[in-house]
């Protein structure tokens, strides 16, 4: 954007930026890129609840390794210019990730990816290398019946056939995300506190759910 605005910087995608000063800049008409994050997240919704949906409005360049990922679980992708549709199994298989920087698997992924295989079939494993406690949220969902075990930067998910709703809390934004997700799988009713974490990074995310067919308020 700011190079379509007249200002002189290189280096995009590499260690060093340099940037060249100019006198002004000038006003641009400008399209903001999709959030691959959102993106992943309403697939992943749509794989843990057995959903067939689509997103529109998208760039699946972006989220390649959860598209790879959601295909090792046995979804079925349909992968267009700019919309992603997803068709999910009746179960998802157990997968292994692990969390690497850019365009590696996403950590901000990590919590919602291995919430849906809370419910696979088998026992899934997933890294997280890039930062230190970010499995605050398998407390919660242990307490709607998941089995997660964790050891040191790694999580070792036995997939169990039911979640149950509980009142649990968001502790940060990805991992509230994953507990509504978990909500909308789970038998019974679920209730969410500390939302305005899941509010910092979905736009109309109820509104959107309720599209789908999701009973939230």
Known sequence: MLNKMGAKIKGAGTDIIEIEGVKKLKDVSYNIMPDRIETGTFLCMAAMTGGNIKVKGTNSNHITPVIYKLEETGCKLKVQKNEIEIQAPKRLKAVDIKTMPYPGFPTDMQSIFATSLTLAKGTSMVIENLFENRYKYTQELIRMGAKI??????????????????????????????????????????KIENIEYILRGYEKFDHKLKSLGIDIR
């Open 149 to 190: 075990t964790i050891e040191g930067k790694t999580a070792v998910i036995k997939g169990v056939r039911r979640l149950y709703g509980a009142n649990v809390k968001a502790t940060d934004l990805r991992g509230g995300a994953a507990l509504v997700m978990a909500g909308m799988a789970a038998r019974g009713e679920t």
